[in-house]
């Protein structure tokens, strides 16, 4: 029998990325990212990408270090997210 498999929406991606920023101080590497989102490195930094051009990530060197931080705009959708999944899960629905 095959098991069904869900997977994630690009929001609830983005959700985890951006939680596991601020879990980890506000501002982190991406090694850091991929294993707490559960990313490949690849499909990662396409998701970077994408959450700083939106303004929810920016981007600063630390030496030749490189970190990703949230922006007030990322604090503010992880807010925005968080209600949308209390709305959902009223319903029985997954986000």
């Given at each position: 029998?095959?098991?069904?498999?869900?997977?994630?929406?690009?929001?609830?991606?983005?959700?985890?990325?951006?939680?596991?920023?601020?879990?980890?101080?506000?501002?982190?590497?991406?090694?850091?990212i991929?294993?707490?989102?559960?990313?490949?490195?690849?499909?990662?930094?396409?998701?970077?990408?994408?959450?700083?051009?939106?303004?929810?990530?920016?981007?600063?060197?630390?030496?030749?270090?490189t970190?990703?931080?949230?922006?007030?705009?990322?604090?503010?959708?992880?807010?925005?997210?968080?209600?949308?999944?209390?709305?959902?899960?009223?319903?029985?629905?997954?986000?």
């Amino acid at each position: 029998m095959a098991r069904s498999r869900e997977y994630r929406s690009k929001a609830r991606i983005y959700a985890d990325i951006l939680r596991c920023i601020v879990k980890h101080g506000g501002r982190v590497g991406p090694t850091r990212i991929l294993y707490c989102a559960n990313l490949s490195y690849d499909r990662l930094m396409r998701h970077l990408t994408r959450l700083m051009e939106l303004g929810l990530v920016e981007e600063a060197k630390d030496g030749d270090r490189t970190l990703y931080g949230i922006t007030n705009r990322g604090v503010e959708f992880l807010k925005e997210f968080a209600k949308v999944e209390r709305f959902a899960k009223a319903f029985g629905i997954t986000i």
